[in-house]
């Protein structure tokens, strides 16, 4: 007969020991909160968090008033000061946004307004030849130079954030999926994590992190109003990674496409160059890189980098991106949804939380904070 499974009560538990759940549980700790991390997997950031560009943007590209426009630029801010205090490395190495066609140009100019409108104040507009004269194998019709954005180590920052969570009380329970949890009609959330060694926790308030599986531990949730959990669909991103030098001192980027910011050209700390993510929509998640896009990578690259080589281009790797509009639709915008929203005290679900997610957590972290009463 198995032993029974013993009841703890904490004060918060998080779903999800990504990039974002680590800071939600960095910030809730340090406002004095137990805190228990629920992570599926024996690492930390095994899921989206590990398959990025490692960017920190600007904040260039989001409508004003969405959520991506609002926690971009003072998540980038909060995340180069955290760098710099925590000795984690990173780069200022600034991109360029180019238009690679004469009809493209109108649209640089409809980034610097949605830019400054999300107080993003430091960018430059160049013409073709100035923006040549920068990186001369580059080709363009004009182009908007920003030297805010930059590069960074992601597993380093999340190492950080798991450690100063820690020495603030937090604990990190790997191997602990979330299984189902109920919320009573006093506010009080019941949650029962599997594994090797199941628990039930209860707690007062309840954060759902869990990226890709936002959505189904969001439905998992008894007395959730079903209604408010969106429905979920998937962008596969794919990247090639170059072999040799790049040409490029700083990232290039073309101008938006309709689910993503383009195929476009970044290095990383170690200098290596790769390009992507292109989207690809699927059914369900897979991490496999089909060399036989690399066509149309060779296609999209040399439309602004006309000397790339026949046969520098190598399979990378695959992000999946949570999408919560299917394809056809404009790009969407993050949905957290908070007490205001759902009428469960104490309940946040962070749906869609893909790109500028890793650049924006920190802002993300109080804005979570700040919908359960945490300023």
């Known amino acids: 007969m198995l032993p029974p499974i013993m009841t703890e009560q904490v004060d918060t538990i998080i779903i999800g020991a990504g ?33 990025n560009s ?52 109108d ?16 960018l430059e507009r160049l013409s073709a030849e100035e923006a040549k004269a920068m990186e001369p194998e580059l080709a363009c019709h004009g182009a908007i130079l920003s030297p ?31 299984e189902s949890g109920a919320i009573s009609s006093d506010g009080e959330i ?5 594994g090797a060694e199941p628990m039930q926790l209860r707690c007062s308030q309840f954060i759902n992190a869990a990226g890709l599986g936002a959505n189904a531990v969001a439905a998992g949730l008894e007395g959730l109003p079903p209604e408010t959990v969106p429905p979920l669909y998937y962008a596969k991103g794919n990247y090639f990674t170059l072999t040799g030098k790049s040409p490029f001192t700083r990232m290039i980027y073309p101008v938006p496409v309709e689910a993503g910011l383009g195929t476009h050209s970044s ?13 690809e929509w699927v059914d ?10 690399a066509e149309r990578f060779y296609r999209a690259i040399r439309r602004y980098w006309p000397g790339l080589p026949d046969g520098a281009l190598q399979p990378g790797y695959v992000g999946v991106r949570p999408k919560l509009v299917p394809e056809g639709e404009k790009r969407g915008d993050w949905v957290i ?39």
């Open 337 to 375: 949804h908070g007490p205001e929203t759902h009428g469960a005290q104490g309940v946040v679900n962070l749906y869609g939380i893909e790109s500028p997610g890793l650049t924006s957590s920190l802002a993300i972290a109080d804005y979570t904070a700040g919908l359960l009463g945490f300023s």
């Open 54 to 105: 490692e960017v920190i943007h600007a904040g260039i590209y989001y409508p004003e008033g969405s959520l991506k426009g609002k926690l971009c630029r003072p998540g980038r801010d909060a995340l180069y000061d955290y760098c710099e205090s925590h000795g984690i490395p990173y780069k200022r190495i600034g991109k360029l946004v180019v238009a690679t066609a004469e009809n493209e140009v």
């Open 19 to 51: 990039v974002i759940g680590l800071a939600i549980a960095r910030r809730m700790a340090m406002a004095g909160q137990e805190v228990v991390v629920l992570e599926s997997e024996d690492a930390i950031g095994t899921g989206l968090s590990s398959r």
């Open 148 to 178: 805010s954005t930059g590069i960074f180590d992601s597993h380093a920052y999340m190492l950080a954030l798991q450690g100063e969570a820690e020495a603030a009380g937090a604990m990190v329970a790997f191997s602990s999926p979330f």
């Open 267 to 279: 290095t990383d700390l170690g200098g290596q160059t790769k390009f992507g993510p292109d989207v």
């Open 190 to 194: 019941t949650v029962n994590a599997g």
């Open 284 to 293: 369900s998640p897979d991490y496999v890189v089909d060399p036989g896009r």
């Open 107 to 122: 649209a640089l100019d409809a980034l610097m307004i949605a830019a400054e409108k999300n107080g993003v104040d430091d």
